[in-house]
């Protein structure tokens, strides 16, 4: 099975592909899927709700959807993710028992990977092929250790329904949400995500990660009238300085009593020349808070300075929602049976209860659904030994925990059919 999972892993990734985009990846799980023992295989439209963001344009969507296709990916099951509806649900049904959910995220990212000789997927020919993405947050790996766990489960002892989430664009805080309401959820009693790595060497299992800051990214698109800057500036109507001002502004959010928030304007750009008063800016922005509501604070008065910074340039904004994502914690109950399942787990030497992330997810839109339903949620941290951090030309994963991984969940997803009714 090892080499099965280091074979896929290695194929995805060669394959990056951003959110929304995962065409290629997702056809291929898919593929690899319909072979083995899975009693439903449900797949983008399918598994997804009405309502995305951060969708990119046609013309982007048709690149990518090109490039999947000319990298080998079956006509067929392309065909069934037109317009971007990337990702899949894969179920297997082995009697009475509980629902139990596994959510892995499969994008990649917009960075170009090292070639450098001791980059192991550059030395051993699976570094991306799509020059300038990446799979640089081990997304590969948490796919790969998705199909293994159906494997895993399908030849135990398990009873119950086991459907694991095969989730498109979590590094844009856009999958998430879409996947929550897309249906399948709705019956899940508890529910596990996994994350390789998280700078926890290969060997250590953390049961049950929290801390995840809510965030929600925003773009704010201010639209002025240009004028000649030197004949008649007094015509124009600046949109530069809405943007600036609104720049300005963000920063002047007062923090809050009840815990930490974060204010970024991660990028801005406008105008078109230094002789012309500029009709057009952007500044793409995001807010994070400890908790939802600390999150929401600052995000409602981002909002407002927005509107003002362009009502006190006599300009108009337009403000669309790019990622957001909710804070969330882990059941004590089911970092338990996590702990558990890991203390007896080959290639383990470390359990860890509890760590925080100190970043921000989209699983916890997931994890919040079902424990609103009830039932239970963890988010587990998988430890990897990775050379360069998460995000970074030289991240990659040690491949002995692909088979940890699937070891620590499957034995988990068991006892968890044991227990709960
Ligand atoms: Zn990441
Ligand atoms: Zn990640």
């Not at 170009?112 to 550059?122: G, I, L, Q, Y």
């Not at 995500?193 to 698109?221: C, K, M, N, W, Y």
């Not at 002047?252 to 304007?265: E, F, K, Q, S």
């Not at 359990?351 to 921000?360: H, P």
Request: hydrophobic share 40%.
């Amino acid at each position: 099975m090892h080499d099965t999972l280091v074979e896929l892993r290695r194929d995805l990734h060669r394959h990056p592909e951003p959110a929304w985009r995962e065409f290629y990846t997702t056809a291929r799980i898919v593929d690899e899927l319909e072979t083995r023992t899975v009693d439903e295989l449900h797949v983008g439209p399918e598994v997804l709700g009405e309502d995305r963001t951060a969708v990119p344009d046609e013309a982007e969507l048709d690149e990518w959807y090109d490039r999947a296709r000319e990298a080998g990916a079956r006509a067929d099951l392309l065909d069934r993710l037109r317009g971007g509806n990337t990702g899949a649900v894969a179920v297997l049904r082995r009697g009475e028992g509980p629902t139990v959910g596994l959510r892995v995220d499969i994008d990649g990212l917009p960075i170009t990977e090292s070639d450098a000789d001791d980059h192991r997927p550059a030395a051993e020919g699976f570094r991306s092929a799509n020059e300038g993405y990446m799979h640089a947050c081990g997304h590969d790996a948490h796919a790969a250790i998705g199909v293994g766990v159906l494997d895993a489960v399908a030849e135990s002892d398990f009873s119950g329904t086991l459907k694991v989430f095969f989730q498109p664009g979590e590094e844009m805080v856009a999958g998430g949400r879409s996947m929550a309401e897309g249906g399948h959820l709705d019956d899940v009693d508890s529910l596990l995500a996994v994350h390789v790595g998280l700078d926890h060497p290969t060997g250590e299992v953390v049961a049950g990660i929290g801390g995840f800051l809510a965030v929600s990214q925003f773009r704010a698109d201010f639209t002025g009238e240009a004028a000649h800057a030197g004949g008649h500036p007094e015509r124009g109507r600046n949109a530069v300085q809405a943007m600036a001002a609104a720049v300005q502004n963000l920063y002047a959010i007062p923090r809050h009593a009840d815990g930490a928030t974060r204010v970024n304007a991660g990028r801005v750009g406008g105008g078109t020349a230094s002789n012309i008063v500029p009709e057009e800016a952007f500044v793409d922005a995001e807010v994070r808070g400890e908790t939802t509501e600390l999150m929401e604070y600052v995000d409602d008065r981002a909002r407002r300075v927005v509107d003002h910074a362009a009502a006190m340039h006599d300009c108009e904004v337009a403000v669309t929602q790019v990622g957001r994502a909710p804070s969330g914690e882990s059941d004590e109950e089911l970092v338990a049976v996590v702990a558990d399942a890991a203390e007896v787990t080959d290639g383990v030497d470390t359990v860890t209860r509890r760590d925080e992330l100190g970043g921000s997810e989209d699983a916890t839109y997931l994890m919040n659904k079902v424990q609103e339903n009830g039932g239970l949620a963890a988010y587990v941290c998988v430890g990897t030994d990775h050379p360069g951090g998460h995000h970074t030309p030289t991240f990659d994963v040690d491949e002995a925990s692909l088979s940890i991984g699937v070891d620590v969940l499957a034995t988990a997803v068991e006892e968890i059919g044991r227990r709960r009714p």
